[in-house]
């Protein structure tokens, strides 16, 4: 058999190799987002007022016999709880595969720049001080605060992003200097918080899905449909990054642009989501690793996995602060720290290991 003839053999294996990995991903894929729609479910089920299988189902569904009082515990409590975890999962997840990719570090995450400690400051100034933007609702005067903080910490990282020779080791310490900072400013609003200001603001910094409701629901989901096609569009520039800057370059990418417009993505799905529930830590680091681990790094499928998995994540975790300590509902952000710790330690062995 001469090479040409060769040739054509390898061809259509190959073809077939790339089909069996394209059906294999998008069927895990399916599975992921079949296990958030129970994982949905069993979160509605789950919680104080102990709703059983069927009248769950029955009020969710609008069927059955129900009661008013198990159709206002669903619909006006459950659903938008729930909701703004699925939402809360998938704009970390999706926010921390970007950033990852974008740093070349396996171990960032969408607070990594500093956006957790700013938007705890902004939340700290209103809480504390008192202040907030003029004609903002007092009920929303802590999630503006959080918001407006954290998105300037990265568009001062946008910034810095669009000079000439600023590399990614750059961004990093910049980031982790403007976290060192508003830590700082923090530690002052916290010393001479009152104790009842003092209070508040702690159990905000600890995460909380408990604030849900229509409103902000609305609009951590406009903001993720809005990120997403662009997020998508730019998925086979982020594979082709993954493989390193200058061969990206040789192919054409505008690492620039490509930059700016991740960072800004990832300013606006972190802030919004710390504005609503707080700071949730880890969900943007466990997210995208799991779902590297089941469909690689093509972005194509990267970036819809690790939005699902994020989902699942936030929504066991919601059903975990609910069973954990009955009669109590824990932070969320305590959850996701206690599963992502570990996590996170076993990254960084297996960095260690890499490196060696």
Not at 55 to 81: H, K
Not at 196 to 225: E, P, T, Y
Not at 234 to 244: D, P
Request: net charge positive.
């Amino acid at each position: 058999m001469n090479k040409s003839e060769q040739g054509s053999v390898k061809l259509p294996d190959a073809l077939n190799q790339y089909h069996r990995a394209r059906q294999r991903r998008i069927l895990l894929i399916s599975a992921i987002v079949l296990a958030g729609i129970f994982a949905f479910f069993i979160d509605l089920m789950v919680g104080p007022a102990g709703l059983g299988f069927q009248e769950t189902l029955n009020a969710f569904l609008g069927t059955g016999d129900v009661s008013r009082r198990t159709e206002v515990i669903i619909w006006q409590v459950r659903v938008p709880t729930s909701l703004m975890a699925v939402l809360v999962g998938a704009a970390l997840a999706l926010a921390g595969t970007e950033m990852q990719t974008l740093l070349s570090n396996p171990l960032a995450e969408p607070f990594t720049l500093g956006i957790s400690s700013c938007a705890a400051l902004g939340a700290a100034v209103a809480i504390v001080l008192g202040v907030s933007l003029p004609f903002v609702p007092v009920s929303w005067t802590i999630s503006a605060n959080a918001f407006l903080f954290a998105a300037l910490s990265l568009v001062a990282v946008n910034l810095l992003a669009g000079l000439r020779g600023v590399n990614r080791q750059v961004l990093i310490l910049f980031g982790i200097a403007l976290g060192f900072t508003a830590g700082a400013l923090l530690s002052l609003l916290q010393f001479i918080a009152s104790a009842d200001a003092l209070q508040q603001l702690v159990f905000w910094s600890m995460g909380s899905l408990a604030r849900a409701d229509k409103n902000n629901v609305l609009i951590l989901a406009v903001v993720v449909m809005l990120c997403v096609p662009f997020s998508f569009a730019a998925s086979w520039r982020f594979t082709i990054l993954h493989l390193g800057e200058e061969r990206a370059k040789s192919l054409g990418v505008n690492l620039k642009r490509l930059r700016l417009m991740s960072l800004l993505r990832i300013s606006l799905l972190s802030a919004t989501a710390v504005a609503f529930v707080g700071i949730v830590g880890f969900v943007g680091l466990v997210g995208p690793h799991i779902a590297r681990m089941l469909v690689g790094d093509d972005h194509r499928y990267l970036l819809p996995a690790s939005m699902s998995v994020g989902a699942v994540v936030m929504l066991l975790a919601s059903v975990t602060s609910k069973m954990l300590v009955p009669g109590t509902l824990l932070p969320i952000g305590i959850v996701t720290a206690l599963v992502g710790l570990p996590v996170f330690f076993m990254l960084i062995l297996r960095q260690s290991g890499a490196g060696r």
